[in-house]
């Protein structure tokens, strides 16, 4: 136990000084802003997918919410997009509630391929829809009015805000595993027949975790839309948004706390390092090697990297039934 | 007024059997494993860029795009099935979801990268002039799709159903391990059901190429139209996604014609949760 907690502090250390140590590179520091905030993503959809076992392939429709939330607040009524963000989640978990009523009654692929057609749905209504931009998207505030636009140049505000947001998401994801709500949600994904023959309200629990996870996305899609200033129909409703929140999630380990944030770790470098390599071409290569590592990963590593070491080294003296059962 | 909606309903039922094509690959993969091709779209999107390459390279018409597309894709899906498809089907289901994904990822922007984002478009007067027939003018590629897609999914049908080909694998979808001690090898019908699904995918896309714009994403709304027919025909049944791919088809001109081209995926999609949400085992469906 006191080696996890010595591992959790030098974690936490790294991550509160990697800005300072690549001060010197500004690359360096977009780069971990752009990883926390593809994590906050993936562990936002971790809650329903991973923990709930509920593949959900059209979470864009959560991020895109708060993205264009907070720019339409700014947009249309010169508040800072700060302002935006509570809308924009509200109207994240009202659409998971209206999803999720129906579709989550259905199994497994089922509720997949339903999330999937509202998320087009809404693509193709956002696109048309001319108070939002249509297809050409709205946009932030060009230069900062005040502090409270949140828009700076450097991005090391935007790490250290991104940092925070998701610690506060991966601690409340770590209460909700090790509380009664985490042992029906894994009960669900085991079996939700047996769960609900034990008396679990399966469908009510599955509800509550998508909500709480379109609101959580929702917040990270606010975010990005604070850090790029702009949003359109692709960058906030398109479907690989939907499936990079999935693939991290799954890469790292779903299901299990700091899954997402090491899938996101691999993925998100990987990906902008094969842009800036292969220039403009690069953006279909890039997703060729995506593709690519994602066929590996459900063909060898169908759990997860996380996983193989969760079930290589337990930790010893901890007998594996007690406190947390496994996830995988 | 009525010759329009006469022609738009026509047009819209030759374009529906196409659905009801390449949507009864993806049926019959789920009929036999329970398993979701996410990258069904992109087999058909690899068939058009195929009768593409037919055309620029030998300046081949559909004649001989269809068999040529047929073959690879066929071989593809064969691939599929051995390489991913056999070893993520026991897994856990985002194990599956992902294994596919991952290819639909991998052969979309293979595609991009390869014919980049620009639309390829064969020739409009590749199959001659328009056909009339009293007051409604059908495209002769439209005709011919619609004509091919038909008679191949019933083919299909009657393949599953009256042919001891069809039996065996019929056996192997109810208990694998039961047609294994009659003597059927299970791999060998799945690898060939994947062989019929992306064939007819082949085929489809050959045939789609004629009259429709060649894209490496064209694939994301084929996908989503046969996930539609599908889901509203009932997962398994080939005849439910012919039903189904008719009537959507209608339903996509009817709603293009009456609402505006914008909205036909709208109210597609629409169609696709009601349907999910009032009667998830779809029209011929088991329950």
Same mark, same amino acid.
């Given at each position: 136990?006191?080696?996890?907690?010595?591992?959790?502090?030098?974690?936490?250390?790294?991550?509160?000084?990697?800005?300072?140590?690549?001060?010197?590179?500004?690359?360096?520091?977009?780069?971990?802003?752009?990883?926390?905030?593809?994590?906050?993503?993936?562990?936002?959809?971790?809650?329903?997918?991973?923990?709930?076992?509920?593949?959900?392939?059209?979470?864009?429709?959560?991020?895109?919410?708060?993205?264009?939330?907070?720019?339409?607040?700014?947009?249309?009524?010169?508040?800072?997009?700060?302002?935006?963000?509570?809308?924009?989640?509200?109207?994240?978990?009202?659409?998971?509630?209206?999803?999720?009523?129906?579709?989550?009654?259905?199994?497994?692929?089922?509720?997949?391929?339903?999330?999937?057609?509202?998320?087009?749905?809404?693509?193709?209504?956002?696109?048309?829809?001319?108070?939002?931009?249509?297809?050409?998207?709205?946009?932030?505030?060009?230069?900062?009015?005040?502090?409270?636009?949140?828009?700076?140049?450097?991005?090391?505000?935007?790490?250290?805000?991104?940092?925070?947001?998701?610690?506060?998401?991966?601690?409340?994801?770590?209460?909700?595993?090790?509380?009664?709500?985490?042992?029906?949600?894994?009960?669900?994904?085991?079996?939700?027949?047996?769960?609900?023959?034990?008396?679990?309200?399966?469908?009510?629990?599955?509800?509550?975790?998508?909500?709480?996870?379109?609101?959580?996305?929702?917040?990270?899609?606010?975010?990005?839309?604070?850090?790029?200033?702009?949003?359109?129909?692709?960058?906030?409703?398109?479907?690989?948004?939907?499936?990079?929140?999935?693939?991290?999630?799954?890469?790292?380990?779903?299901?299990?706390?700091?899954?997402?944030?090491?899938?996101?770790?691999?993925?998100?470098?990987?990906?902008?390092?094969?842009?800036?390599?292969?220039?403009?071409?690069?953006?279909?290569?890039?997703?060729?090697?995506?593709?690519?590592?994602?066929?590996?990963?459900?063909?060898?590593?169908?759990?997860?990297?996380?996983?193989?070491?969760?079930?290589?080294?337990?930790?010893?003296?901890?007998?594996?039934?007690?406190?947390?059962?496994?996830?995988? | 007024?009525?010759?329009? =909606?006469?022609?738009?309903?026509?047009?819209?039922?030759?374009?529906?059997?196409?659905?009801?094509?390449?949507?009864?690959?993806?049926? =019959?993969?789920?009929?036999?494993? %329970?398993?979701? %091709?996410?990258?069904?779209?992109?087999?058909?999107?690899?068939?058009?860029?195929?009768?593409?390459?037919?055309? #620029?390279?030998?300046?081949?018409?559909?004649?001989?795009?269809?068999?040529?597309?047929?073959?690879?894709?066929?071989?593809?899906?064969?691939?599929?099935?051995?390489?991913?498809?056999?070893?993520?089907?026991?897994?856990?289901?985002?194990?599956?979801?992902?294994?596919?994904?991952?290819?639909? =990822?991998?052969?979309?922007?293979?595609?991009?990268?390869?014919?980049?984002? %620009?639309?390829?478009?064969?020739?409009?007067?590749?199959?001659?002039?328009?056909?009339?027939?009293?007051?409604?003018?059908?495209?002769?590629?439209?005709?011919?799709?619609?004509?091919?897609?038909?008679?191949? #999914?019933?083919?299909?049908?009657?393949?599953?159903?009256?042919?001891?080909?069809?039996?065996?694998?019929?056996?192997?979808?109810?208990?694998?391990?039961?047609?294994?001690?009659?003597?059927?090898?299970?791999?060998?019908?799945?690898?060939?059901?994947?062989?019929?699904?992306?064939?007819?995918?082949?085929?489809?896309?050959?045939?789609?190429?004629?009259?429709?714009? #060649?894209?490496?994403?064209?694939?994301?709304? =084929?996908?989503?139209?046969?996930?539609?027919?599908?889901?509203?025909?009932?997962?398994?049944?080939?005849?439910?996604?012919?039903?189904?791919?008719?009537?959507?088809?209608?339903?996509?001109?009817?709603?293009?014609?009456?609402?505006?081209?914008?909205?036909?995926?709208?109210?597609?999609?629409?169609?696709?949760?009601?349907?999910?949400?009032?009667?998830?085992?779809?029209?011929?469906?088991?329950?």
């Amino acid at each position: 136990m006191r080696q996890r907690q010595l591992l959790y502090a030098a974690v936490a250390a790294l991550s509160l000084s990697y800005p300072l140590l690549t001060a010197s590179t500004p690359v360096y520091q977009r780069l971990g802003a752009l990883v926390l905030l593809s994590a906050i993503g993936a562990s936002a959809w971790n809650l329903v997918g991973g923990y709930a076992g509920q593949v959900s392939v059209g979470h864009a429709v959560f991020f895109g919410a708060g993205a264009y939330a907070a720019l339409a607040a700014y947009s249309h009524f010169q508040l800072p997009p700060l302002a935006g963000i509570p809308l924009g989640v509200l109207i994240a978990v009202l659409i998971a509630a209206l999803i999720g009523m129906p579709t989550l009654r259905l199994s497994g692929h089922y509720f997949s391929m339903a999330t999937i057609a509202v998320a087009e749905l809404v693509r193709v209504l956002v696109s048309n829809w001319d108070w939002v931009g249509g297809a050409q998207g709205i946009s932030g505030p060009a230069v900062p009015r005040t502090f409270l636009d949140l828009s700076f140049t450097s991005a090391l505000p935007y790490y250290y805000i991104f940092l925070a947001v998701l610690a506060a998401i991966l601690l409340a994801t770590w209460r909700i595993e090790t509380s009664r709500m985490g042992f029906y949600l894994r009960a669900i994904k085991d079996s939700e027949r047996a769960a609900r023959s034990l008396g679990v309200a399966a469908g009510r629990y599955k509800l509550y975790a998508y909500m709480l996870s379109a609101g959580l996305t929702a917040l990270g899609g606010s975010l990005y839309a604070l850090m790029f200033g702009f949003v359109d129909p692709e960058s906030g409703f398109g479907i690989l948004i939907s499936v990079k929140m999935l693939i991290m999630a799954a890469l790292g380990g779903s299901g299990l706390l700091f899954g997402p944030l090491v899938g996101a770790m691999i993925l998100v470098p990987l990906e902008e390092i094969s842009n800036s390599l292969l220039g403009g071409k690069g953006a279909g290569l890039t997703f060729v090697v995506y593709g690519t590592i994602i066929v590996v990963i459900a063909r060898f590593l169908p759990s997860g990297i996380l996983a193989v070491f969760k079930s290589a080294g337990s930790v010893p003296g901890k007998p594996a039934t007690s406190g947390r059962p496994h996830a995988a | 007024m009525s010759d329009i =909606l006469l022609q738009v309903i026509v047009s819209g039922l030759l374009i529906g059997a196409v659905y009801a094509l390449f949507s009864s690959g993806l049926t =019959l993969i789920w009929g036999m494993m %329970n398993v979701i %091709n996410f990258a069904h779209g992109d087999f058909v999107m690899l068939a058009m860029y195929t009768a593409f390459l037919v055309w #620029t390279a030998f300046g081949g018409g559909p004649a001989a795009s269809v068999p040529v597309a047929a073959i690879i894709l066929a071989t593809i899906g064969v691939l599929s099935y051995f390489l991913l498809v056999r070893h993520i089907m026991k897994g856990p289901m985002l194990a599956q979801i992902l294994g596919t994904f991952g290819l639909a =990822l991998l052969l979309r922007y293979s595609a991009f990268w390869y014919f980049g984002a %620009n639309f390829k478009t064969l020739p409009d007067s590749i199959l001659g002039s328009p056909f009339v027939l009293g007051s409604i003018r059908i495209d002769a590629p439209r005709l011919l799709a619609g004509v091919v897609g038909l008679v191949v #999914t019933v083919m299909l049908h009657l393949l599953l159903t009256r042919s001891a080909l069809g039996s065996r694998m019929l056996a192997v979808s109810e208990d694998a391990t039961a047609a294994q001690l009659m003597g059927i090898r299970p791999e060998r019908m799945q690898a060939v059901a994947w062989a019929l699904a992306a064939g007819s995918t082949g085929i489809a896309g050959a045939l789609i190429a004629t009259f429709f714009y #060649t894209s490496p994403t064209v694939g994301e709304t =084929l996908a989503i139209v046969a996930f539609v027919t599908v889901a509203f025909g009932g997962f398994g049944s080939v005849p439910g996604a012919l039903v189904a791919g008719l009537i959507i088809g209608v339903i996509e001109g009817l709603s293009a014609f009456l609402i505006g081209p914008v909205y036909k995926d709208v109210v597609v999609y629409l169609l696709f949760v009601l349907v999910l949400w009032t009667r998830p085992q779809g029209l011929m469906g088991k329950a």
